[in-house]
Each structure stands twice: as structure tokens, then as C-alpha cells.
């Protein structure tokens, strides 16, 4: 029997769903961030993402992990946007992309100012462990980051992203075992 949403069962639901959601404002722009490499794109990214939340409110489930849906409408929104941009027509000076990446630095994109949460990360993650993360495919960098980073479970993971869990465990094995790997060559040996 589905519970009742927050417009039937009044305003005391509704400022706790809204409560409960804003407060995982934070995890969701760390996420879409990684997605989306560009602060301005992970803030749209998510407000559209609390948008949509908040117009289905009252379908959500209460009882249920709201985190996780949140992170699920994150992750179908991010999806959506990319199969959209694959459809448009992009035109590239390559030369001015050239010269853009000679004077970008690890942690900045050409013309970008860095932001706290930018700089957060690059106070909390070593440089050699921010390029390993960056370096990986997408689905393993995905992937790890979900379950290392913000800690969802398998099962929240593999909902979040629509593929089964042992997909997630293989990505997450897979993206911990290349993240290793590319550490271990950056080590200086003990001799």
C-alpha cells in the first residue's frame, strides 16, 4: 500500500521531506561535480535535480532511503543531459583548445575560478590520487566514487545507475584495482 506524499498528508510532511532532501545538497554537488567537471554545470545539474524531486515528492516512498533517490533522479538527470548533448552539433577551434590546456593547471578548467568545493578537494585528495580518480573510464570512476566517496551500498548503486549489482561490483573492483595500479607507479621504491 504506497504511503501518502506530502501534499495529502499535509505541510508537517512537506518541511520534513524538504528538510531531509536540502540536506543532502552537499553529497549531490560532490557527485554531480565529478559527473560534470564543470562547477556551474553540477549546480544546474543539481537544481534540476531538486526540481524534479520536488514535483514527484509525492511520489516518493516515505520510509525509503531518500538519499538514494535523490542520487537516482542525479544520476538519470546527468544521463538524459549527455544523451541530449550527443545529439547537438559541436564545432571545435582545436587550436584554442591547445592553448587553453597548456596554461590549465590539474585542478582548474580554462576560465574557471575556483570555488570552495574545488578547492575542498584539492585540500582533501592528494594530487597523485585526484589524477588516478580522474583518470579512470567514467563507469569505473562512477562507481568508486559512489561507493568510496559517498558510501552507497551495492544495491543503492546499482538503482541509482539502472544496471544490475554485479555490474557495480565489477566496476567498483575493476576502478579500485586501476586506481591501485596507477598509485603504485607514482610510489618511489623503498630500497
Not at 552539433?89 to 593547471?105: I, M, Q, W
Not at 590520487?129 to 563507469?139: F, N
Not at 561507493?147 to 543503492?156: G, H, I, L
Not at 545507475?161 to 607514482?186: A, E, K, N, Y
Request: charged content about 25%.
Amino acid at each position: 500500500m504506497p504511503t501518502k506524499g506530502p501534499k495529502e498528508a499535509g505541510p508537517a510532511r512537506t518541511a520534513t521531506f524538504e528538510a531531509e532532501a536540502l540536506a543532502c545538497v552537499d553529497s549531490l554537488y560532490r557527485t554531480a561535480l565529478r559527473l560534470t567537471h564543470v562547477p556551474a554545470d553540477a549546480e544546474d545539474l543539481v537544481q534540476e535535480t531538486y526540481l524534479k524531486a520536488f514535483r514527484a515528492a509525492d511520489r516518493f516512498q516515505a520510509g525509503t532511503n531518500l538519499r538514494a533517490w535523490l542520487f537516482t533522479i542525479l544520476h538519470n538527470t546527468a544521463r538524459n543531459r549527455a544523451r541530449d548533448r550527443a545529439r547537438d552539433t559541436v564545432t571545435v577551434d582545436s587550436e584554442a583548445v591547445e592553448r587553453a590546456d597548456e596554461g590549465a593547471g590539474a585542478w582548474s578548467r580554462p576560465g574557471m575560478a575556483e570555488t570552495p568545493e574545488t578547492a575542498l578537494l584539492r585540500d582533501t585528495l592528494t594530487p597523485d590520487l585526484q589524477a588516478a580518480i580522474d583518470a579512470l573510464p567514467g563507469p569505473f570512476r562512477q562507481a568508486v566514487w559512489l561507493r568510496d566517496v559517498e558510501e552507497f551500498s551495492y544495491a543503492e548503486i546499482a538503482e541509482m545507475l539502472s544496471i544490475p549489482v554485479g555490474t557495480v561490483m565489477s566496476r567498483i573492483s575493476r576502478g579500485r584495482r586501476l586506481l591501485f595500479d596507477r598509485l603504485q607507479h607514482l610510489r618511489p621504491l623503498n630500497v
